[in-house]
Each structure stands twice: as structure tokens, then as C-alpha cells.
């Protein structure tokens, strides 16, 4: 699948033969949440029953120095997906951008992928709140910087996908808020104009 996504031409065709087909309001850019680790420096694989494996998770300070901020741009194929769908549907259909939320890819690279219960999240939350500060600092930095590129790119809305992690924990659940709100004041100090949405999962 991210074979396809790094082919915006590709990817552009799936959204608009899907939205077309079902007769949807809006198209929502056909993305993975994960793409921002690859540029980070956290490369990821899907494995058959599993998911996606981060490779070499996150668990301590010098893993977090390590993480790039400077590479967002490299993601510039979904912004060209976006770009592309926008051009085809015009004023018809709203093109809707999509990435992570921060704290969401914070808890993939520090579990090393999907979790149902969270058990490193959880330690490195409470055990070293500047460190996991730190780390969502750079997240937002690159989502903002990816999502800024997609409304530039034609999307009318940008979201946010957050995962379940941090249900019933209140010092996690801050971490969402904080990193949910970084994100929003980076993007609108670049795109006002667009509005950002997190959509949760156990909003399914």
C-alpha cells in the first residue's frame, strides 16, 4: 500500500474512482497516519495479521533526539495526491486532507505499533513527562508541516486520526489535548483559512 501512496497519480485515481462510486459529499485523500515516522527517521513495515511495525521504537531520550524534523517536505506525493483530486472535481466535491494525530504517532513509535493496552505509552508518559513533551513537539511540527502542505495543495479540511490510546487516563488524555492543540495553532498560523478536525476511532 505505500507503494501506491508514493505514486500521487495512483493514489489520486483510487480517491476519485472510490468517491465517485459511492457518491460521497467530500473525498477524503487516500493516506496512511504512519507516513510521518518513515521521514522522522522510523521506517515501518505492515506485516499479515499484525499491522504496521515500527522498526526501531522509541523507549528512550537519545531515540527521541535522534527523530528529523527537517524531512516533511519529503511527503510532498500526498500533497500532490490532494492537488491532483482537487483539480479533477473542482467546485463539485471538497477535497478533505488526512494525517495522525501527534499523540497517536507518538504511542505507534513508542509501542512499535498497534496496542491494546498501552503499557510503554503509559510509562513513558508518567516516568518522563519532558521527554514525551519533547516528542510531541516534533510531531506536531511535522504534521502541521504536512497538513499545511495539503491545504496548500486544495484540501478544504484537514483531519486528524486518533487512535483509542489513553481511554480513561486522565494524565494521557491531557498529552491528546496538548498535542491535538499544538497542532491546530501551527496549522492556522500557516492556513488559517482551513479548518482541522481530529476524528477519533471510537467515533466508528
Given at each position: ?10 493514489a ?16 477524503i ?42 524531512r ?59 521527554a ?8 506536531v ?13 486544495g ?13 480513561g ?36
Open positions: 500500500m505505500i507503494e501506491i501512496l508514493k505514486r500521487p497519480d495512483v489520486a485515481e483510487q480517491e476519485i474512482s472510490a468517491a465517485e462510486a459511492l457518491g460521497v459529499d467530500a473525498a485523500i487516500f493516506a496512511d497516519l504512519l507516513l510521518p515516522l518513515e521521514v522522522m527517521g522510523l521506517p515501518f513495515h505492515f506485516s499479515p495479521g499484525e499491522g504496521p511495525v515500527i522498526e526501531k521504537p522509541v523507549r528512550d531520550q537519545a531515540d527521541i533526539s535522534r527523530l528529523r524534523t527537517d516533511a517536505a519529503d511527503l510532498g506525493y500526498v500533497a500532490e495526491a490532494v492537488r491532483l483530486v482537487s483539480k479533477h472535481f473542482g467546485a463539485r466535491l471538497p477535497v478533505i486532507g488526512f494525517c495522525g494525530a501527534p499523540f497517536t504517532l507518538a504511542s505507534y513509535m513508542i509501542e512499535g505499533g498497534g496496542s491494546r493496552h498501552y503499557v510503554n505509552t503509559k510509562k513513558r508518559v508518567y516516568s518522563a513527562p519532558a514525551g513533551g519533547e516528542l510531541l513537539g516534533k510531531l511540527k511535522v504534521v502541521a508541516g504536512c497538513e499545511g502542505e495539503e491545504g496548500g495543495a484540501a478544504e479540511q484537514l483531519r486528524g486520526w486518533k487512535g483509542g490510546e489513553g481511554a487516563e486522565k494524565e494521557m488524555r491531557a498529552d491528546e489535548r496538548k498535542g491535538a492543540d499544538r497542532q491546530t495553532n501551527e496549522i492556522e498560523a500557516g492556513h488559517g483559512d482551513i479548518e482541522n478536525l481530529t476524528f477519533a476511532a471510537e467515533q466508528i
